[in-house]
């Protein structure tokens, strides 16, 4: 094997790559080739870090030095001062916000120091299209203990003694499920993989399939030998054509390498796995739906009991877990149950993957033990609120996970904690969001993702989500009632109480959870008619705060109307009969002198 | 034979049958929309539901598609079910107010009030013409379509359907308009509300025996208006 001076990891992730990370790739390898460095210094592209903001991202191995927000002309001077010269590039170092010096290694970044990475541990370090650095990393050797070492029941009663739970969503006891598979009657069983991960804002299936899919392999042929399952099926939404390239590559070099197809291991256990390929609803992340999915059918959900344990996929005993459960499996057989139960809470054991979006300063993917509190991630990982503004809310778990207030931000996450305020741990979406969001307006946009992509099956859901949407539409245009709001409640309870699958019984969340701990935001609308975040378009109106108004012209310009009449150095003044609310104005201003204010409360302009 | 408690009292079922089954052999009356004697069961109506379990791990699951098991604990009247089937019945005229079957489940259940906008659909998308089709007359000419509140059923790709032999089973077990069609006792029952339904009789089977030919024109509806049929 080759030996390098230095490894130039550019991070590959969907995100890194939609900014351009292929093309900083080429552009190092050329620099490189010029300056005559190919044997000293390997670019590699590995899976996502999870600092997607700041994408694209390199970092330098063996330095540890943390580079982000690369253009192309930045490259041939980095490699010149950093790789030639030896000194790092102070200017392309990541600079926390409010702050004024650079931090040169990635370990000393906030947004990484108290992650603790146990699924995401080859993340960015390793390539994954390749099998041998996977291995090189400990890869397939809990494969070899677990076929080599250990009978079947062993491995079920290793991950039930872990006390892992299903990373889906609802928090199964994956021990309690395998043991249930193992002891079905009835052949072939199957294992299938759910990736099916369609929360609006989250992507951590994605990130795990991309950055180590080798991981999900291995924990499947595990999971295959615990159960007894011949053949298993990884099911990976369309919309993420990467995981889907990076999963087709990792099986054929899993079978090149003998470690899928018959006798794997010279142990004589056989096992096959397939890509399926899912065709684009929300609903198939159901495990019903999702098996239904793979058997050629519409993706509904059906009644539980039987569960897909006793009879799944076309009828056969049928073990499904998340991507992320599967990938933890490897590492609990490698380090022991003992190991894993170490980290976390007293239900709630391991590490979770969240992704940290919206309102928030580092925005990207995090790996953190169970337990941290919400205030934790937001201020600590997250690095707070942008522009000093003020937390309002942070959403947990997807659409049909809760929006939970600043007087929680000292809850411990785990599945029973978030539950009991009305979220739930769901896959691990997390977006926070500041004083600037309505929560009436929160609520609305969940609703109308939920209206679209429940099934349509049950009454409850398909019309109960139909019908909340429109009474919370008719509320933020200002029209809404105090019966809307009453009946509001009750059409959310009995949705959550009389569907049939997880995404009906948790679609009303967001609904009662907003109406639970913002309900003065509901009554404003209702009552005052009046958007207390200056977002419902039909309550507000937009007017130039005379005394803060420097007469730039900025917003004049931004106006895609031409509603903003004023000189340079004047104060301005909008139109309201050509004003259109976008709110491109408040955006374009840099003294805050464009407000957002109820409707009624002003005079004529 | 499966043991099990039913509104407080011990029952036995044969192993295979649902709640709804034990329930209606006991003699216990829930009411059903989606379900029908000799089609799968859906379980998509809700109207069936009824509360299993104890105290806070209790919920509501719909009796038509829930196996009896030892051990289970079923109540089929209580507060909570009563609430969500007012619920569904309520959701339901919203979308179809012209079902003779849903004003009568509707005053069944002292539901007098519609709450929510008429939408006039005229589909509750119970399913059960597209089961009809698929497992009676072995046609599946008909199937659902899109999903959440685009659903709607139909054939495929709206078109006519050549596995369609016009037998007409789909309209005879359509809870929303066949009431309706086979001649409302009053005159202010809406007869023609299966025009606003997908598929239309007329779209798909024009010219053919359809008996909503051209929306009375076999006769079903107009003999009834003028009084002629017995």
Not at chain 1, 118 to 131: A, F, H, S, T, Y
Not at chain 1, 191 to 207: H, K, L, Q, T, V
Not at chain 2, 207 to 212: E, R
Request: glycine share 10%.
């Amino acid at each position: 094997m080759k030996h390098y001076r230095a490894h130039l990891l550019v991070c590959a992730g969907t995100g890194c790559v939609s900014c351009g990370a292929f093309k900083i790739k080429e552009a190092l390898e050329r620099e490189i080739r010029k300056r005559k460095l190919q044997d000293e210094i390997l670019v590699i592209a590995t899976g996502c870090n999870g600092f997607c903001e700041r994408g694209p991202i390199l970092m330098v191995h063996p330095d540890g030095v943390f580079y982000q927000q690369l253009t192309l002309e930045d490259i041939p001077f980095l490699v010149e001062e950093h790789l030639i010269k030896g000194r790092p590039v102070k200017k392309l170092m990541y600079i926390p916000p409010a702050e004024k010096d650079p931090i040169p290694r990635m370990k000393d970044i906030e947004f990484f120091k108290h992650q603790r990475l146990v699924v995401l541990r080859n993340r960015g370090r390793i390539d994954p299209e390749k099998i041998e650095e996977y291995i090189a990393f400990d890869g397939y050797e809990a494969l070899a203990k677990a076929l080599a070492k250990m009978k079947p029941e062993d491995i079920v009663a290793e991950i039930t003694a872990s006390g892992l739970r299903g990373r889906g969503g609802a928090g199964f006891p994956t021990g309690k499920k395998w043991a249930a598979g193992h002891a079905a009657k009835g052949s072939p069983k199957y294992i299938i993989c759910n990736g099916d991960e369609g929360d609006p804002g989250a992507f951590m299936d994605r990130s795990v399939l991309e950055a180590d899919p080798h991981a999900v392999l291995e924990g499947m042929i595990i999971g295959a030998r615990a159960i007894g399952a011949e053949k298993g099926f990884v099911y990976i939404r369309h919309e993420y054509p990467l995981a889907l390239k990076r999963m087709a590559i990792a099986i054929d070099q899993a079978r090149d390498y003998g470690l899928l197809g018959e006798d794997i291991l010279g142990t004589g256990f056989a096992f096959d796995l397939e890509i399926v390929t899912g065709a684009g609803a929300f609903v198939s992340g159901e495990e019903t739906a999702l098996i239904a999915s793979v058997e050629g059918r519409i993706a509904m959900p059906r009644q539980r009991p039987p569960f897909p344990a006793q009879k799944g996929l076309w009828g056969k005993p049928t073990v499904i877990n998340n991507v992320e459960t599967w990938a933890t499996v490897p590492n609990i057989i490698l380090r022991g149950a003992k190991w894993f139960s170490g980290l976390g809470t007293k239900t709630s054991k391991g590490t979770k993957i969240f992704s940290l979006v919206g309102k928030i300063n580092n925005t990207g993917l995090v790996e953190v033990p169970m337990g941290i509190t919400l205030r934790d991630i937001v201020y600590g990982i997250g690095g707070g609120i942008p522009d000093g503004r003020e937390f309002k809310a942070v959403q947990i778990g997807g659409p049909s996970g809760g929006c939970l207030p600043a007087k929680l931000l000292d809850l411990p996450i785990d599945y029973e904690s978030l539950t009991e305020v009305g979220a739930m741990m769901g896959s691990g979406g997390m977006i926070v969001m500041d004083d600037k969001t309505c929560m009436v307006d929160i609520a609305k946009y969940f609703l109308n993702f939920l209206r679209d992509e429940s099934c349509g099956k049950c009454v409850s859901c398909r019309e109960g989500t139909q019908r909340m949407w429109e009474i919370v539409k008719k509320i933020t245009e200002g029209t809404g009632t105090e019966a809307d709001l009453a009946l509001l409640e009750e059409v959310a309870r009995t949705c959550k109480d009389a569907s049939l699958c997880g995404l009906g019984q948790t679609a009303a969340n967001p609904v009662l959870t907003t109406l639970q701990y913002f309900r003065h935001e509901y009554e404003a609308h209702v009552l005052d008619k009046r958007c207390p975040a200056g977002v419902c378009k039909a309550l507000i109106r937009y007017v130039v705060v005379a005394e803060k108004c420097t007469g730039c012209q900025s917003c004049k310009n931004a106006c895609p109307t031409q509603a903003i009449k004023g000189t340079l150095k004047d104060v301005h003044l909008i139109d309201q009969t050509k004003c259109i609310k976008c709110g491109a104005c408040q955006e374009a201003c840099r003294f805050e002198a464009i407000e957002a204010r109820r409707e009624e409360a002003i005079a004529i302009v | 034979m499966i043991t099990f408690r039913m509104n407080g009292l011990e029952v036995s079922a044969e192993e295979g049958w649902t709640v709804l089954e034990a329930a209606r052999f006991y003699g216990l009356e829930i009411p059903t929309l989606c379900y029908y004697e000799g089609l799968s069961p859906y379980g998509g109506c809700r109207l069936c539901v009824v509360e299993i379990g104890h105290g806070p791990k209790s919920k509501l699951v719909s009796s038509c598609t829930y196996p009896v098991e030892p051990g289970l604990v079923v109540r089929t009247d209580t507060k909570r079910v009563i609430a969500a089937r007012k619920m569904m019945i309520e959701l339901m005229v919203s979308v179809a107010p012209s079902s003779k079957v849903l004003q009568d489940l509707a005053s069944q259940f002292g539901v007098t009030k519609v709450r929510f906008e008429p939408r006039r659909e005229e589909c509750i998308l119970c399913g059960r013409c597209v089961r009809m089709c698929a497992e009676q007359m072995d046609g599946k000419a008909i199937g659902f379509q899109q999903r959440g509140y685009k659903k709607k059923i139909s054939t495929p790709f709206d078109l006519k359907s050549a596995e369609c032999r016009l037998c007409g089973g789909c309209i005879y077990v359509c809870p929303v308009c066949q009431l309706r069609c086979q001649g409302p006792k009053a005159e202010t029952v809406l007869c023609n509300g299966c025009l606003a339904m997908d598929p239309t009789c007329l779209d798909h089977y024009e010219d053919l025996q359809c008996w909503m030919y051209d929306a009375g024109r076999c006769g079903t509806c107009v003999r009834e208006k003028t009084g002629s049929r017995p």
